[in-house]
Every structure is written in C-alpha cells, then in structure tokens.
C-alpha cells in the first residue's frame, strides 16, 4: 500500500458524458501527479500539481482539467467523453516538486460506453 | 523529446535465475532520473529502484540491481533469485527536471516454477 488513495476504483459511462476522479496524496506529499494507461498509448504523464499549483503539464488533452485543493486532494474531470477515453487513471504523490520518487495509487478504471 | 525503449515485449526466467530487463533512452539533457516501477496483475504500480544520473554507482535494491551506462544511454534492471512474486510488467521510466516524466511500453515477466 503506497498510501495514495483514489477513488472510484471503477467508474462506466457514456460518451459525451463528465466525471471527477479523485486522489488524495500521502500524508505530508505536496505533489500530485495524473497518468493514463491504455492499450494503445501506453502511460502517460498528464499534468503535475504542487501545493495546489499547475507545475508541469504532459499530453493532456483541452477536455480534460484538473485541480488541487487547500487540503491537497486533487481531482480530474474528463468531459464530453470519447470511447478513447477508456483507460486506467493513476494519481501519484511526492513529497516535493522536483524529482523525488513518485508513489502511485491503485487507479481509477474507467470505460466509456 | 525524451524516449524511453523497451526492446523486450515478453521475458521469461525460472525460478531462483536471475534475469535482466533491457531500456535505452534518448535525451539530450545532462540530469535526470531513471526509475522501474513493476506493475503486477493488480494493476498496482509499484517503485522498485531509482537512479540518478548524476550517480556513477548502480543503484542496488536487495535482488534488484541496475546496470546504468550513461553514455550508452542504457538502464538494464537485473533481478537475482526470481521469485514467483516477481511476475509482472516491468515499466522503465524517465524523468527529466521540468518534471516530464516518459515510459517504456513495458515488459512483461514471466517466472516459471
């Protein structure tokens, strides 16, 4: 157990439709980072945030958005979903902003319909 | 941009062997870090070393070790005394200062009784 929390652990839903995924960090991490695994792109580092700031962003697509909150949990909403969005969405967590080690949650899959 | 590859789609070793996972990288930057994570049937991805490139000496992690040739641009992780525990996908990863963190496409482990 890497003390990241995500939740839902299994979301379905329809295309063209919104939903909010939602991580908490490891007690003391500033850091939360989004990623996307599926079949045909592999992983994928989406965007980072740091004590509730946009740090470094990836290959995020303009439907998608995230945020950190003042308690550091963050959440991404993905909207007008597409069957591509299908995947597995991991959190993960660091202590800082630079290159420690990152702790992955369980993930969040999703399957749009 | 930085690439990470992972010659090896599929591995196999016995029990108790040891084996060695290949991943060469493209970067142009001096500093960086080099990870692989395992991600087993549970989806669960899990850390199991980090290098630093500005680190001569192979990181070393119990059974786990690496083989890190900077100039080579070459990041080998050798896994001594298989166990069956130890099936899994192997991701190497790359991750450079601004955070931008890439990932081979994987290789999958199989450790036979």
């Known amino acids: 157990d890497s003390g990241v929390t995500q939740t839902p652990k299994h979301l379905i839903t329809a295309t063209g439709q919104r939903v909010t995924l939602r991580c908490s960090p490891r007690s003391g991490d500033l850091s939360v980072y989004w990623y996307q695994q599926s079949l045909d792109q592999g992983l994928q580092f989406l965007i980072q945030y740091y004590n509730g700031e946009e740090r470094a962003k990836g290959n995020i697509l303009e439907r998608f958005s995230a945020q950190q909150f003042p308690d550091l949990h963050s959440e991404l909403n993905l909207s007008s979903l597409e069957l591509g969005d299908s995947a597995l969405y991991f959190c993960a967590s660091s202590v800082g902003s630079g290159t420690d080690t990152q702790y992955f949650g369980p993930g969040t899959r999703l399957t749009v319909l | 941009a930085q690439t990470v590859t992972q010659s090896q789609p599929e591995m196999s070793v016995q029990e108790a062997e040891t084996v060695t996972l290949s991943c060469t990288y493209d970067t142009s930057e001096s500093d960086y870090y080099l990870f692989w994570y395992k991600q087993p049937p549970s989806r669960q991805m899990i850390l199991v070393i980090r290098q630093e490139a500005y680190k001569q000496q192979n990181a070393t992690e119990n059974r786990f070790s690496v083989n890190f040739q900077k100039a080579a641009k070459s990041f080998s992780l050798k896994i001594s005394d298989s166990q069956l525990g130890d099936a899994a996908m192997y991701f190497c990863?790359?991750?450079?200062?601004?955070?931008?963190?890439?990932f081979g496409a994987g290789t999958r482990l199989t450790v036979k009784p």
């Open positions: 990863a790359y991750r450079s200062y601004n955070n931008d963190m890439r």
